[in-house]
Nanobody, 124 residues
Framework: QVQLVESGGGLVQPGGSLRLSCAAS????????LGWYRQAPGKQRQLVAT????????????VKGRFTASTDNRNNTNILSTTYLQMNGLTFEDTAVYLC?????????????WGQGTQVTVSS
C-alpha cells in the first residue's frame, strides 16, 4: 500500500504561482511513477505531470512550459518519495483539484494510488 499526502494548494490571482508538494509513504520502493493529475468541475481528470524512476517527466499538453515537476528520491536511490509541482503563470482555467498520483508494481501487477487532492483556485 502507498499513502499520498498533498499540500500547497490555495487561492491565487491570475499570473501568480503556487507550489504543490506530495509525500509518499508506505511501500514506496515499488513506486515507478509519481506525479499529478487535476480535475475541474464537470471535466475529466487530466494529466498534469508525472515522473518515472529514470527521471523522465511527462507533461500535459496544456502546461506549455508553465509548470515544472520535480522529485526527491530516497537516500540518493531511484526510489521516488516526494514530488513537487511548481506552477507559474496560472490562469482561471487552472482552477481544479490537483491530485497526487502513484503507480506501483508489486506481485506481478500494477496498482494506482491517489491522494485526497488539494484545491487550486485562480481568481481575481
Amino acid at each position: 500500500q502507498v499513502q499520498l499526502v498533498e499540500s500547497g494548494g490555495g487561492l491565487v490571482q491570475p499570473g501568480g504561482s503556487l507550489r504543490l508538494s506530495c509525500a509518499a509513504s508506505g511501500s514506496i520502493s515499488s513506486i515507478y511513477t509519481l506525479g499529478w493529475y487535476r480535475q475541474a468541475p464537470g471535466k475529466q481528470r487530466q494529466l498534469v505531470a508525472t515522473t518515472g524512476r529514470t527521471g523522465n517527466t511527462m507533461y500535459g499538453d496544456f502546461v506549455k512550459g508553465r509548470f515544472t515537476a520535480s522529485t526527491d528520491n530516497r537516500n540518493n536511490t531511484n526510489i521516488l518519495s516526494t514530488t513537487y509541482l511548481q506552477m507559474n503563470g496560472l490562469t482561471f482555467e487552472d482552477t481544479a483539484v490537483y491530485l497526487c498520483y502513484a503507480r506501483r508494481y508489486d506481485n506481478g501487477r500494477w496498482e494506482e494510488y491517489w491522494g485526497q487532492g488539494t484545491q487550486v483556485t485562480v481568481s481575481s
